[in-house]
């Protein structure tokens, strides 16, 4: 019996390539409240652990659970450099990035078949 790495099927291939998305998130409270920066390769599946409050820490302590923020990789280690990049900024300039495609700090996590969740602050939320 051959296994994957001998005689690879094509066909797990490339399912296995649709489920891992490398990508740099920014998660926000609120508008212009506290944020989160994060890297993942399922963006869906993070988000959902963060507005279950799967993992007990910064997030679900201070209610970081709106996606405002994302850019998708090719590869682990450039959103995992993006990530370190971004987190060593100062917050004013994670503002500016967030309010360069997001001017209304919307959840952008709607958009990806998530449901709206009550608003925080003087945003939106939806």
């Avoid at 019996?1 to 099927?9: A, G, T």
């Avoid at 507005?51 to 923020?69: D, E, I, P, Q």
């Avoid at 004013?92 to 990035?97: A, E, G, P, T, Y």
């Amino acid at each position: 019996m051959l296994n994957l790495f001998q005689h690879p099927s094509p066909v797990k291939v490339v399912a296995m390539t649709r489920d891992i998305q490398p990508c740099t998130y920014i998660m926000a409270s609120g508008y212009r409240e506290t944020l989160y920066t994060g890297v993942t390769s399922e963006l869906i599946a993070r988000i959902a652990q963060h507005r279950s409050g799967a993992f007990k820490g910064f997030t679900s302590r201070y209610g970081v659970n709106r996606l405002v923020h994302f850019e998708m990789f090719d590869t682990m280690e450039a959103a995992i450099m993006r990530e370190n990049r971004i987190k060593a900024w100062r917050r004013q300039w994670k503002v500016n990035l967030i309010e360069a495609s997001n001017p209304g700090w919307r959840d952008l996590a709607c958009s990806l078949g998530f449901e709206p969740i009550g608003t925080n602050g003087s945003g939106d939320g939806s």
